[in-house]
């Protein structure tokens, strides 16, 4: 090939080259970056309140009796659920069950625990009717051993701190004979026999 025909066309080569080279730098950069941060998460929601702990009752006797035993209360939507064993109970008999005003079983009798917990001053009653003390429960049975298994709960009560239906602080009472969900103020249950502050 004829050296003033090569030369040019090989200039020619290069410059063409060379362009496209520049183009592809200026694409590049016109290009959007590839690379980002990610974007911030979302700030979490507000954590939800905390269920509230369960609680416990340890029933001892009062002076003159034998009764006695361990409940354990667990929050169950607007009402609590007491579960347990009574012992040291007359055999099959029934025992007005009740949550106090005060948590206080310092009384030989337990009469420091005060009247049945009532907040919404409603009159005694029985728990699965309308009208009934927040306190009211269902009474106790004992079987042929003088036990009684506990599954009761107490409606319209909280264990949550600071509620004016809080039940923490307060006293479960066991009395002598059944509650008849009727007489007033506290169903005619007799003595208490057993007492124990819910903590």
């Not at 060379?18 to 183009?23: I, L, Q, V, Y």
């Not at 099959?92 to 907040?119: L, M, Q, R, T, V």
Request: with cysteine; net charge negative; glycine share 12%.
């Amino acid at each position: 090939m004829n050296v003033k025909y090569w030369l040019p066309l090989c200039a020619t080569v290069a410059l063409l080259a060379g362009c496209g080279e520049r183009d592809k730098k200026a694409d590049t950069a016109d290009a959007p970056a590839t690379t980002s941060t990610p974007a911030p998460a979302d700030a979490p929601p507000p954590a939800a309140e905390p269920p509230a702990a369960g609680a416990t009752a340890q029933l001892t006797p009062t002076s003159g009796h034998t009764a006695s035993g361990t409940l354990a209360l667990a929050a169950e939507g607007d009402s609590v659920r007491l579960t347990g064993t009574l012992q040291g109970l007359p055999p099959n008999s029934e025992f007005g069950f009740h949550i106090h005003e005060k948590g206080d079983c310092s009384a030989p009798d337990a009469s420091s625990a005060g009247g049945h917990f009532n907040p919404t001053n409603a009159q005694h009653g029985n728990p699965q009717g309308a009208a009934h003390h927040a306190g009211d429960m269902l009474n106790a049975k004992s079987d042929a051993s003088g036990a009684a298994q506990v599954d009761v709960v107490a409606t319209g009560v909280s264990l949550e701190n600071g509620q004016p239906n809080g039940v923490r602080g307060k006293a479960v009472v066991l009395h002598e004979k059944a509650d008849d969900y009727a007489s007033q103020p506290a169903g005619n249950s007799g003595a208490r026999i057993a007492c124990g502050v819910i903590n």
